[in-house]
């Protein structure tokens, strides 16, 4: 998975720290990062082992586990093992849901990055039924969380390692909630508090994230959080993600429309996106959102009119043909349009067009010139020929 930071750019990335997880590195210069989550169980090491290979193989670049319990940060250590022993070097997140310090600082030996939820760090309501606190009820609950923190984030701080701070609208806790509502503000103050926390133990290599299942408050929070930082003088990588997007292709799209949006604003710097479906289908989700962006290139660029009255073939078939003959050509723009009314002038920036040019035979274009006209049946393997007379071509491996 090959990325191309040369790519033509219509829009700026924010300038974030660097912060280093593993062998790979999240913010500054750096690619955005495209992660998952396995929902083995922890405690399963070796169905563990073998659901972070299939991802990474798939091009996951950080995997996430699930760290309910002692037990299963100890299991992380056997995991970690497992991966070693076969060279696999793909940094581990470890999700803690609980703000026991002993479980986090348990894992936290075993993985490059452990992920909290500032929502999770709760104390005791204010008193009377109160639905708010007074400032020094606040400020006391403050002084808790940093005293529950701070042996983590030194721990981390000591091993080189990261902290993502993981905000979720749907679990905010009590006291964001009594003194922002439930809202952008709360996630961000949420957040903001704890990379305070961290900030006084001197670390900062922490990477936040404001996720939400509502599209529209996923990017109320993250674009607040910018400003807020910009205004701060910090400058944290963001995580970018819409939680509980469903299935399918409704799930596809509200995740590609919130984490799309952002980063077309130059916001976010790794992103995952949650599907209610098996992980290994997150991984092309990302890298086709990343790839449409610009902003990573993994993949053949196909351009491809949509057919219509003129359509001199079948483009569906043809498009299909022509992608399983391609696709591993990484780094190529090839067009397949339909005829040569429109076909031409609309094939964008493609360095091969395919296009109809009278009913039984198509034309081949490098870029904009037309090489030659052959029969439609030949059309794919002189495409190929075409490719490999220019040195283009590579063997499907
Ligand atoms: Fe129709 Fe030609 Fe345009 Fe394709 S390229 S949509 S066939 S006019």
Redesign the pocket.
Known sequence: HASHPDLPMTFSRRRTRPVVVGNVTIGGEHPVVVQSMINEDTLDVAGSVRAIQRLHRIGCEIVRVTVPSLAHAHALADIRQKLQQQYLDVPLVADVHHNGMKIALEVAKHVHKVRINPGLYVFEKPKDNRTEYTQAEFDEIAAKIQATLAPLVISLREQGKAMRIGVNHGSLSERMLFTYGDTPEGMVESALEFIRICESLDFRNIVISLKASRVSVMLAANRLMVKRMDELGMNYPLHLGVTEAGDGEYGRIKSTTGIGTLLAEGIGDTIRVSLTEAPEKEIPVCYSILQALGLRRTMVEYVA????????FN?EEVLHKVRSATSHLTGLNIAV???I???PG?MADADYGYV?KTPGSISLYRGKAEIKRVPEQEGVAELIKLIKSDGRWVEPQ
Do not use: Q
């Open positions: 009119c949509p057919s219509c009255g003129r359509t001199l483009l349009m339909g005829c009314v429109n076909g609309e109809g």
